[in-house]
């Protein structure tokens, strides 16, 4: 079956660094374009980052400069490097798959609460 199994949130202070990481499985992965989305209480999911199968990069302007996505295909791992995180980056992130690249992701992980504060 579909998994996305997403790993390396956790409390960081502001200004700090932290690394997210995603495994997905049970689908053809490097075909998909993937996705990090984030989600605040009180807040819409909004698309954070993604990046294609051929390494074309987007990014939510408040991240630009900041986030990095990246993919290791061999791994079937996706990852957000986060650094200079901010207290508004405060969210439970997840992780999705995009089969066609229609923002209507095919599947998602659990999700991985970040939480920056000092």
């Known amino acids: 079956q579909v998994q996305l199994v997403e790993s390396g949130g956790g409390l960081v202070q502001p200004g700090g660094s932290l690394r997210l990481s995603c495994v997905a499985s049970g689908f053809t992965f490097s075909t998909y374009v993937m996705s990090w989305y984030r989600q605040a209480p009180g807040k819409e999911r909004d698309l954070v980052a993604s990046?294609?199968?051929?390494?074309?990069?987007n990014y939510v302007d408040s991240v630009k400069g900041r986030f990095t996505i990246s993919r290791d295909n061999a791994k079937n791992t996706v990852y957000l490097q986060m650094n200079s995180v901010k207290p508004q980056d405060t969210a439970v992130y997840y992780c999705?798959?995009?089969?066609?690249?229609?923002?209507?992701?095919?599947?998602w992980g659990q999700g991985t609460q970040v939480t920056v504060s000092s």
């Open positions: 999705a798959a995009d089969r066609l690249g229609s923002r209507r992701p095919d599947y």
């Open positions: 990046i294609s199968r051929f390494a074309i990069r």
